[in-house]
Every structure is written in C-alpha cells, then in structure tokens.
C-alpha cells in the first residue's frame, strides 16, 4: 500500500521561510498532479482549502492567499513536490495536507488519489 510522506513543517517566526515536502514512499509510484490544502475555519467551520497545484506539465495555480509568498514546484527525478513558504504570517499556522494522484511507474493504469498525513506549521514569535 503505497503512501504519502510530507515533510518540512515546524515552528517559525513571522517572515520566515519553510520548505514542505511531499513524496510517494517507495519508488514504484510515480506523481501526477500534486495539490497542497491546509486546514482553515470559515464561519465556525473547518474545511482544507486548496491553497496551491501543480500538474505534471508543471503548470502552477495558487489561492490568492499565498500568491506570490508560496511556490510550488516538483523534481522529476527525485519524484518530490516542494511548497516553499516564504514571508510566513501567523494567518499561516495550519495543518497543511499534501493530496497527489499516483500511478505505478511504466504502466498506464488510471491514476488514484492519495493524501498524507498532514505536517505541522506554527508561524509564532
């Protein structure tokens, strides 16, 4: 059962910068579009915005939240998606959620949907 390993969240201060990283565990999945959520209240309610994709043409899109703080981007090679934070706000403290679509490597089976299990990111002085 393949999973979804993210990393990189932490505390930090306001204006800071983290790197978060979300990977297939294991080598036998390949990444295709990669969307970074984080957990956010609205009217009392809790719910994961879709804060930032990336597809496997390497195309971006961003919410206009982190537009232009936030860059998302992946290596082929090491089968990785990166979201790197910068100028970070407390508004940012959130358990932030990597969700890909996966396929076996070489096959052309129909790409399933995965998420890990959430990392961590307290931006607090």
């Known amino acids: 059962q393949v999973q979804l390993v993210e990393s990189g969240g932490g505390l930090v201060q306001p204006g800071g910068s983290l790197r978060l990283s979300c990977a297939p565990s294991?080598?036998?999945?390949?990444?295709?579009?990669v969307t970074w959520y984080r957990r956010e209240s609205e009217k009392g309610r809790e719910l994961d915005a879709a804060?930032?994709?990336?597809?496997?043409?390497?195309?971006?899109h961003y919410a206009d939240s982190v537009e232009g703080r936030f860059t998302i981007s992946r290596d082929n090679a090491a089968n990785t998606v990166y979201l790197e934070m910068t100028n970070l706000r407390p508004e940012d403290t959130s358990v932030y959620l990597c969700?890909?679509?996966?396929?076996?490597?070489?096959?052309?089976?129909?790409?399933?949907?995965?998420w890990g299990q959430g990392t961590q990111v307290t931006v607090s002085s």
């Open positions: 969700n890909a679509l996966l396929r076996r490597v070489g096959s052309n089976e129909v790409f399933t949907m995965h």
């Open positions: 294991g080598s036998a999945f390949t990444l295709g579009t």
């Open positions: 804060i930032a994709a990336i597809n496997s043409d390497g195309i971006t």
